[in-house]
Nanobody, 115 residues
Framework: QVQLVVSGGGLVQTGGSLRLSCAAF????????MGWYRQAPGKQRELVAT???????NYADSVKGRFTISRDNAKNTVYLQMNSLKPEDTNVYYC?????????WGKGTLVTVSS
């Protein structure tokens, strides 16, 4: 079992930055792939960024060049640095940890980008 605690959401103006954090408890963090996803009301959850246990990253086209996923295995934490935020980035953001076909989800955090 993996428990994920997400923090760092909030309100920011267009062009601003936020950093989301996701702390993992209860398993060997370094062996899990980690990811950030987002979901708007009435829409499907979509991938934002992922990082494998080996450090390979993948980003949605809409956030490439603006968002950066990183992980600190010593702190059991994954981060999402979001720069040059746009109103369309307004969403509830979720953290996920995956290993062996099992995915654990943290509670979402709301990011609101005002125009």
């Amino acid at each position: 079992q993996v428990q994920l605690v997400v923090s760092g959401g909030g309100l920011v103006q267009t062009g601003g930055s936020l950093r989301l954090s996701c702390a993992a408890f209860g398993s060997i963090f370094s062996t899990h792939a980690m990811g950030w996803y987002r979901q708007a009301p009435g829409k499907q959850r979509e991938l934002v960024a992922t990082m494998t246990a080996g450090g390979n990253t993948n980003y949605a086209d809409s956030v490439k060049g603006r968002f950066t996923i990183s992980r600190d295995n010593a702190k059991n934490t994954v981060y999402l640095q979001m720069n040059s935020l746009k109103p369309e980035d307004t969403n509830v953001y979720y953290c996920a940890a995956s290993r062996g076909g099992i995915t654990y989800w943290g509670k979402g955090t709301l990011v609101t980008v005002s125009s």
